[in-house]
Structures are given as structure tokens and as C-alpha cells.
């Protein structure tokens, strides 16, 4: 494996079969606004199901994108995968296009960085297929209620109450203001 330090994020690669970065696989990571997940925690659920081992058994190269700030503006996070796409394509070997997976909210940002950012600006971006899965294309709906309670709970004694830990509710507000 190689690891590449982008603006906004690092990238870990890891080699097909042939251990030639020819067939690049992008996995783009989701939604993290306290920065839980790390490259590995990202690999570990590709790992879990087979999903790496059957991409590096068949050729391809896969790399997992992991943000310094998983919660921060889908536009700036955007840049970091528009970087990985162009230093992707200057270091492959040979002509094969290049696969994107977006988890999550990292199908939002890998949307925005390919039309928005490459193709709307002229840049080729040699992306043959763009995956998205459980991404919230049509945007993210957390009713308003739920919102005024993470807000105001930390004013009321509710916590201790309903026996919440007060970083729970930090948490929550992290989360909602992301």
C-alpha cells in the first residue's frame, strides 16, 4: 500500500493483483463529522464483505479517500477528490477509466467534485462509473423538532433525567451543525 496526502484528505492505495496502479477504484468516505473513521475503518467494511479481495483478485486498484473533516462543506471536501481524480490519472498506467464509490454523504461530494468541478470546468476526468449508495441526493430531512431538542437540552435538566451523557448531546449538536 501507498498513501497520498491530499488539501483536504489522504488517500491509501492498495495494488491489484498485477500491483500496477492500471485499474483504480475510488472509494470515497461518507458522512463523519467527529472524524471516527479513519482509511482503515473505511477498509475494514470493504474487507469484511470481500468487496477489496474481489476488485485486487480481479486487476483493480483500490483506494480508500478519508477526509481530514468528515463533516465539513461538501464543496471543500469536493476539492480533495477532484485532486485524487487528477493525480489518479497522471500516475495510472495505461488507458482504463477510472471507478468512483460514494458512501454516503461521500456520494454527494464525489458527485459535486465530477460534474461540478471537472466537468463543468472543462477537466477530463476519465470516470467511467460513478456508484453512490445510501447518499442523500435529494438532501438530508432531520425534522425540526429533533433539531430544537439537541439545541436546547443542554439548558434543561433533561439529561439528567433520561440519564444522557452531555458529550452524547455535544455529539448530536456536532452532527446537526455539520
Known amino acids: 500500500s501507498s498513501e497520498k496526502r491530499l488539501g483536504g484528505g489522504k488517500a491509501i492505495i492498495y495494488a491489484g493483483c498485477d500491483g500496477v496502479l492500471d485499474r483504480p477504484v475510488i472509494i470515497v468516505e461518507g458522512f463523519d463529522p467527529l472524524n471516527d473513521n479513519s482509511a482503515s475503518d473505511i477498509r475494514a467494511k470493504y474487507n469484511a464483505g470481500n468487496i477489496e479481495r474481489t476488485f485486487r483478485n480481479n486487476g483493480y486498484d483500490v483506494i480508500y479517500l478519508d477526509f481530514f473533516e468528515g463533516g465539513r462543506d461538501i464543496r471543500d471536501n469536493a476539492l480533495a477528490v477532484r485532486d485524487l481524480i487528477q493525480a489518479v ?90
Open 89 to 178: 490519472n497522471q500516475e495510472k498506467i495505461g488507458s482504463n477509466d477510472i471507478i468512483v464509490i460514494g458512501e454516503s454523504m461521500g456520494g454527494i461530494v464525489a458527485r459535486y467534485a465530477i460534474r461540478r468541478l471537472m466537468e463543468m470546468q472543462g477537466k477530463t476526468h476519465n470516470v467511467s462509473h460513478f456508484i453512490s449508495f445510501d447518499a442523500p441526493h435529494l438532501g438530508a430531512n432531520v425534522p425540526v423538532g429533533f433539531q430544537r431538542l439537541f439545541r436546547q437540552v443542554e439548558d434543561v435538566y433533561v439529561i439528567d433525567v433520561f440519564n444522557i451523557a452531555a458529550s452524547s448531546i455535544r455529539e448530536g449538536n456536532a452532527y446537526l451543525n455539520s
